[in-house]
DNA sequence: CAGGTTTCGTATCGATCACTATGGAAAATT
DNA sequence: AATTTTCCATAGTGATCGATACGAAACCTG
């Protein structure tokens, strides 16, 4: 997974630029992408304008690679809930429960970026909040997927519709975002992630 | 409830500010406080800037405005499914499958202008934020208040913590306004919601 | 060393942001 | 009708937005 672009020559960065990344997601995870400013940016990653442009050529690009970036260092919970040998009910604990922890770990934004990145848009920002949506989707798609599994080894009841339970499950990870973002603390979300799970058919 | 700053005389508008204050408020509704441009507000209410400011002050005035309408005219349905004569789990389910309709009506944007109004702010729109924060968390509260009623009558059992599950409703219709926004129908959401409802204690 | 390439720092660019100064027009008050 | 009051339309304000032009500086290759 190299994120280097190789430089073949000239005069080396003189800063590193997943470093830069970083502070740049945090900041789009912070405030979302239209309300993040190039000064603010600027001012956390520590770089010039140019500087920016050069190594992640505009902010849509940067916040795409942010977003990357996110999905890669901060959301394993979630693939692993979903890959683990252990039962669909376990997998769906692991995943509210992995989510309890992730949207309110201390020194980061609260919720998911995914989420907070562009709920809403201006027009001109369309892609980026459908690019979000899509994120959204898929994550729930992924959970359609485990629960049709556990279908099929009978651990759920045969009549029960994996895309209305995973759109519920999903609904409710969405929910947590926003109570995370509101100050719920983690044993909060904990707490409500065990609320949920009580809807889980027997 | 009246609405109109008496007008003591001269000129009088020639514009109808209610009729105004509904199209500011659906534009903020689907593109949330920040990205809606006064460029934006004046096409979509007809109006000159000078007839947006002299009649709403300034754009953070008008969408707290639109707030107050918002909750007025669009969200009826929560007051009235937490004060109806009604047990503590029909009130809930009111509660949620009015959620379900008024996310998803057509012609309207999706989701809860609550919740996508500002959940991500740049620092100079913060109190904005903040502002909307603190309607969610009254609606938490609300539901709070009406849990304890059904509690002390005997509807709920009394080890239930009822802030725990209001956070768990509140965060549930958190979750339906955000699958709202990504496209979920009115029945996708009735759906949810009876899946949430499932949570409920016997 | 020279030639080529890339990034560096400085100083902006035009476009858009929320907002308003100005002066005349229109209606209520006297 | 004269005066007052308010609103109207035009045309802009300074500030900030995302993004760049420019030339010097620092590296690699030959």
Known sequence: MENSDKQRGGRPRA?????????????????GYEATSLAMLREAMGLT??????????KETLFRKA?????????GFALEALSAPVSTGEAMRRLLLGAAEAYSRPGKPGGCLFVS???????????IADELRTYRKE???AIAARLAKGKAKGDL????????????????????SIQA?????????RVLAQTALAALPA
Do not use: C, K
């Open 15 to 31: 800063f590193d630029p997943d470093r830069a990344l970083d502070a740049a997601m945090h900041l789009f995870w912070e405030h």
């Open 181 to 189: 973002r509101d100050g719920a603390s983690a044993e909060e979300l």
């Open 67 to 75: 977003l990357m970036r996110y999905h890669e260092t901060e959301i």
């Open 157 to 176: 009841p045969q009549n029960l519709s994996v895309e209305d339970f995973a759109r519920y499950i999903a609904g409710v990870m969405n929910g947590m």
């Open 49 to 58: 304008p140019p500087q920016i442009y050069n190594a992640f050529t505009d």
């Open 139 to 141: 994550s729930e798609a």
């Open 117 to 127: 990145g562009a709920l809403a848009a201006s027009p001109q920002a369309q892609a």
